[in-house]
């Protein structure tokens, strides 16, 4: 029987994360959505606009018997930049915060421990900004964000942002990769 549990990330453009986490081995399934804010149901329009404080996150059910959370926290900092607020390359604005909801004290213990020791490693010249809040709601996304890499690599914001972040963690990430 798998031991099925469930993380909640932002780290930037909800697609990039969700095509990553897709091929990790132990993830069984991935949802594009937002959490954080104080608006219900809210649209992606409305995200964008930046007045409802949602961050675009992907909501990933894995078994953690095959993936830890901790294996989770390592492939999500090397997917993204922790330290930039508000931000990742040319996405600006709330909604691409780096963000960990966690769903229980271990997973916030996890998160905080994480980035305790990635700040101790100095492995980014700047301070870790990533913000660790319980979860409160999640709303997923629209259906036309779901698979959004898988059904549109060829567009241009995938070929230029999302394809390489996928490369990146497949190059890093081999022997994690789903067969």
């Known amino acids: 029987m798998a031991n099925i549990q469930t993380a909640t990330l932002a780290g930037g453009c909800f697609w990039c994360l969700e095509a990553v986490y897709q091929e990790l081995k132990g993830v069984q399934k991935v949802v594009s959505g937002y959490a954080g804010g104080h608006v219900v149901n809210p649209t992606y329009e409305q995200v964008c606009g930046k007045q409802t404080g949602h961050a675009e996150v992907v909501q990933i059910d894995f078994d953690a018997d095959v993936v830890t959370f901790s294996d989770l926290l390592d492939v999500f900092f090397t997917i993204h ?23 229980d004290d271990e997973q916030k213990r996890l998160a905080e421990e994480k980035i305790a020791a990635i700040t101790a490693e100095g492995l980014w010249p700047n301070p870790i900004v990533t913000e660790v809040t319980a979860l409160d709601v999640f709303y997923p996304a629209e259906d036309y964000h779901q698979n959004y890499f898988k059904r549109n690599p060829f567009q241009g914001y995938c070929m230029a942002v999302v394809a390489p972040k996928v490369a990146k963690f497949r190059k890093l990430y081999t022997e994690k990769l789903k067969a």
Not at 81 to 103: C, E, K, M
């Open 81 to 103: 930049d922790p330290t930039t607020l508000n931000r990742q390359g040319n996405d600006v604005g709330p909604q691409y915060r780096s963000a960990i909801y966690f769903h």
